[in-house]
């Protein structure tokens, strides 16, 4: 699991991938396995959260990290860069970009309240 | 807080919005208030984050609900749609799609290991 909230210490990526339907399954899966062997091994890695699309067109990758350091190195990674790739010739589109969290209702602490 | 768990029973809405870096801080704001006036009143919402982008060009809103019908039945809001309709004014561009969770890692429970 991992936790949303404004006072936690993460960067994250919201990467969007645009893939056709027929692929989607195909996608999901192979950014599970690049978390399940490469990312999570990385300095810095927090979380990673696959989602699919209810209308078959989109997986996200809501991913934390700790600092935009840990993130760039992970980028400069050789066997990220392959998982990457796969993932990017199957989609349409990818778009990532790097947020912080300005705003969490309902509102608490990253341990609960 | 939120929680991103596999075995939460939520649907996910990321609706990413594009917008001129001089109008993201003013956009973040509105989704802000949007959340906190009239969205988590209404029956089945779980969570809204709101989050801006590093690069200043998108906002993106990480929304829980309960159902898909909970959240179809919020797009039918008068109060809703005008802050809908105020938001997507802002923005160049809004893409929102409903998710459900495939995996997370670190795995555990809604409630914590």
Tied chains: 1, 2.
Excluded at 63 to 76: G, T
Aim: aromatic residues 6%; hydrophobic residues 45%; charged residues 20%.
């Amino acid at each position: 699991m991992a936790t949303i909230a404004t006072d936690m210490d993460v960067i994250t990526l919201v990467n969007v991938f645009s893939v056709s339907p027929e692929r989607q399954q195909q996608l999901a899966d192979l950014l599970v396995e690049a978390t399940r062997s490469v990312m999570n091994r990385l300095p810095g890695f927090v979380s990673a959260n696959i989602h699919s699309s209810l209308d078959g067109t989109r997986v996200v990758n809501y991913a934390q990290w700790r600092r935009v350091d840990d993130f760039e190195a992970m980028l400069r990674d050789a066997t990220a860069q392959e998982h990457m790739q796969a993932a990017t010739q199957l989609a349409e589109r990818v778009e990532p970009h790097l947020y912080r969290v300005v705003f969490s209702d309902p509102a608490g602490t990253a341990h609960g309240t």
